[in-house]
């Protein structure tokens, strides 16, 4: 069975229904904006995106209209903290020392995009293909939610996939120790290990796979390497649009073999449209929504801003109701002087049609800025303390409750419960990895974290302490 993703075809169609509405000018970029609200991505990392969920909520959007019938979108976290009708900034009006500084033209871009959801049935076959691609072998089997071929929890390589309607996230692992995230610190080696793979042989190792996912097409960045490793990430495009955290990332070792790797099938489907802004006015949406929370200016960045270059139309990954969906955004390439890729994005939408959604807590778009003591409000860059994070589901074993969930990498997270006998309540508290002394720029990646219980969990119900929900078992 193809796994070719569907978007391939209609990108090929000029009269797609997907393809955003064109405009027919560009705009002179007048503002300057701040280190906020945005995802950040540097040359290696990696946000990767998984759907399952049996919560009832909306993916996107409200049955409330927001104009001609058309729903608001509702976005987690600061993605939707511009929403609502303000102004823009003013001619003059302070911006703060830290922030980026857009100079020349930038694309006014669409007049209108669709938000894509995420997830699909994958298939037993989908998932022997990767297998065999990864060099993998065993049968696939279906266990609960998931596929799974090779060994359980700590018994070797494996590979899992979700399945049901909300599928198409996967995971790999040969009982390596190497951390996915390329700029994470890894734990030291057993014993002296060879030299990394160029960027030309890391990303020919991980082809097969990109094949088996229907990802040839996909966009290749090799980061720098950790020991004797090297990750590669595959940034596909969707609906003829770039991505941003839409991302299928692998670890290669010496010998060209991949150790770990994790992303989802590019299978997405078409969501409601909405009406965008064009690249400077996005921009200035986030000044706006940075002033208005006080901004942030970190000594350790100084006070000069950094230039944008080129900015792209194209789909960044947020989250709605704790679900990822695909949404209009604008990717801005930042020049920086020490040299490397950074990309900053912030969702397009028009502010008329967004609104915060009821898990709101989640990080959707992580902050960029200094460590520091942080204040008490609810937020993803480090130096900040949350009062909760939301938890998306869990998995039990014996008398260990493993919660899954999505969070900063900038963050360390422990769970704490409450047990009756007729429910265990969960708190998922997050605190800054930092020191204070380093710049964390980092995105939001599904992650778990364990808990033991008084005793087994039985037949007895798992609930977010933030809001009492009960939690879906994966």
């Not at 020919?204 to 040839?216: H, K, N, Q």
């Not at 950094?306 to 900015?311: C, L, M, Q, R, S």
């Not at 609810?378 to 869990?394: D, F, L, N, W």
């Not at 493993?402 to 265990?424: I, L, S």
Request: aromatic share 4%; glycine share 12%; charged share 25%.
């Amino acid at each position: 069975m193809s796994t070719d993703p569907s978007p391939r075809t209609e990108e090929r169609s000029p009269r797609s229904e997907d393809r955003p509405a064109p405009r027919s000018r560009r705009r002179q970029l007048t503002v300057v904006s701040v280190a906020a609200a945005v995802l950040l991505a540097a040359g290696g990392g990696a946000y990767w995106a998984s759907t399952a969920s049996s919560s009832n909520e909306s993916d996107a959007t409200d049955t409330a209209a927001a104009g001609a019938g058309r729903p608001k979108l509702a976005l987690d976290g600061t993605a939707a903290s511009a929403h609502g009708d303000g102004e823009g900034i003013a001619p003059g009006e302070p911006m703060g020392p830290r922030g980026y500084r857009a100079e020349g033209q930038l694309p006014d871009g669409p007049r209108t995009a669709a938000v894509r959801r995420t997830g699909h049935e994958v298939t037993e076959d989908q998932v022997a293909k990767l297998a065999a691609a990864l060099h993998l072998k065993g049968a696939v089997k279906a266990e609960d939610d998931r596929w799974r071929v090779g060994g359980g929890p700590g018994d070797g390589a494996r590979l899992t996939a979700e399945r049901g309607k909300n599928g198409g996230a996967w995971t790999y692992q040969n009982g390596g120790t190497v951390p996915l995230d390329a700029d994470a610190t890894p734990e030291p080696d057993p014993a002296p290990r060879g030299k990394p793979l160029s960027e030309k042989k890391a990303k020919d190792a991980v082809r097969p796979a990109l094949r088996a996912l229907g990802l040839e097409d996909a966009s290749l960045k090799a980061g720098s390497p950790v020991g004797s490793t090297r990750t590669v990430t595959a940034s596909p495009k969707v609906a003829g649009l770039p991505t941003h955290g839409w991302d299928t990332t692998f670890v290669v070792d010496e010998h060209g073999t991949v150790t770990r790797a994790q992303g989802n099938w590019n299978q997405t489907h078409k969501g409601a449209a909405y009406p965008v802004l064009s690249a400077s006015a996005t921009l200035d949406r986030l000044n706006k929504a940075s002033q208005s929370r006080g901004g942030h200016t970190g000594e350790g960045a100084g006070n000069k801003p950094t230039t944008i270059g080129d900015a792209r139309f194209g789909l960044s990954l947020e989250r709605s109701h704790g679900r990822p969906l695909l949404v209009p955004a604008w990717l801005y390439e930042v020049k920086r002087k020490g040299g490397g890729d950074l990309e900053v994005t912030h969702p397009a939408v028009d502010p008329k049609y967004l609104k915060p959604s009821r898990t709101s807590g989640h990080p959707s778009a992580p902050e960029a800025h200094k460590p520091g003591k942080g204040d008490h409000s609810e937020g993803t860059g480090p130096g900040r303390h949350k009062t909760a994070q939301a938890i998306e589901s869990y998995s039990a074993e014996g008398r260990t409750l493993t919660v899954h969930f999505w969070g900063g990498v900038c963050d360390a997270y422990k769970a704490t419960t409450e047990e009756t006998g007729d429910r265990v309540e969960v708190k998922l508290d997050a605190k800054p990895k930092q020191d204070g002394k380093n710049v964390c720029v980092k995105i939001a990646k599904r992650q778990t974290v364990q808990v033991e219980l008084d005793k087994k969990l039985g037949d007895r119900k798992v609930v977010d302490a933030r809001d009492g929900r009960k939690l879906p078992h994966k």
